[in-house]
């Protein structure tokens, strides 16, 4: 039986780090009753490198700090790198251009996605929009590609159909939507306490005012999508 489990994907932890909700983590893992995995390339990647750097330092020892807790469980790269090889050389030889493979992702999120089939994992917590489209519109890319370089791109159709059956059980989701639930929940409402908040007005402007800085701050969520949240919201 599967785990109940989450695996994040880097950008989806700095988009936490970034809006000052990092904090989340602990209590959305205890609600969620599972294990939340990061890879070591994803370690590497929000902990190691940053913590050379004066900009990033702080970030990242807050991360480190998650990770030293258990709230953030490491999977190493034993465990997902034949996987990750055979993910990354099909996704980046899928598309091509003027006869030349398109890049389209990097190891960091192949590693992710790698970790969610090992570990049979209940969703992947991604926020870059190409992975996210390899996963569920593969068609997609190959349109936004076009548009992007202005020029005909093809899609191999049998690497694609053997990365949509390898993905097969991969469900995405993005760090605004799990935002969206800790405010479900209740664990925003600390920034409502003692203030007035007439029909729910307040409450209102606290939802619309995180899911934006969610999006201004690396989140790939739209301006449509972030309405249909806060129409759910006030049903």
């Known amino acids: 039986m599967p785990e109940r489990s989450l695996v994040f ?27 939340f995995y990061v890879t070591k390339g994803v370690v590497d990647e ?15 020892i807050q991360i480190r700090h998650h990770i ?8 190493g790269d034993e465990e997902v790198g034949p996987v990750t090889e055979h993910l990354l ?25 790698s970790a969610v089939a090992l570990k049979r994992a209940s969703a992947l917590v991604i926020d ?17 590609m076009k548009f992007k370089l202005h020029a005909k791109v093809r899609m191999d159709r049998k690497r694609s ?13 993005r760090s605004v939507e799990l935002v969206a639930i800790a405010f479900e929940i209740g664990l925003l409402d600390h920034y409502l306490e003692n203030l007035d908040s007439p029909n729910g007005v307040l409450r209102s402007e606290l939802l619309e005012s995180v899911l934006w800085s969610m999006k201004l701050n690396g989140c790939a969520v739209s301006q449509e999508e972030i309405e249909e949240i806060m129409r759910i919201e006030r049903a």
Request: charged share 25%; proline share 4%.
């Open 161 to 173: 159909q053997m990365l949509s059956y390898e993905l097969r059980d991969v469900k995405v989701i």
């Open 128 to 144: 870059e929009r190409t992975t996210r489209h390899l996963v569920e519109d593969p068609q997609e890319i190959a349109r936004r």
């Open 9 to 35: 994907d880097a950008g989806s932890v700095i988009s936490l780090t970034t809006n000052n909700l990092l904090w989340l983590l602990p209590p959305l893992r205890e609600r969620f009753n599972g294990t």
């Open 68 to 75: 030293a807790t258990g709230t953030l469980a490491v999977i």
């Open 46 to 60: 929000l902990v190691g490198k940053p913590l050379l750097t004066r900009k990033y330092k702080f970030e990242a």
């Open 89 to 113: 050389e099909l996704a980046n030889n899928t598309y091509t251009c003027r006869g030349q493979a398109i890049r389209i992702v990097h190891r960091g999120e192949m590693e992710s996605l």
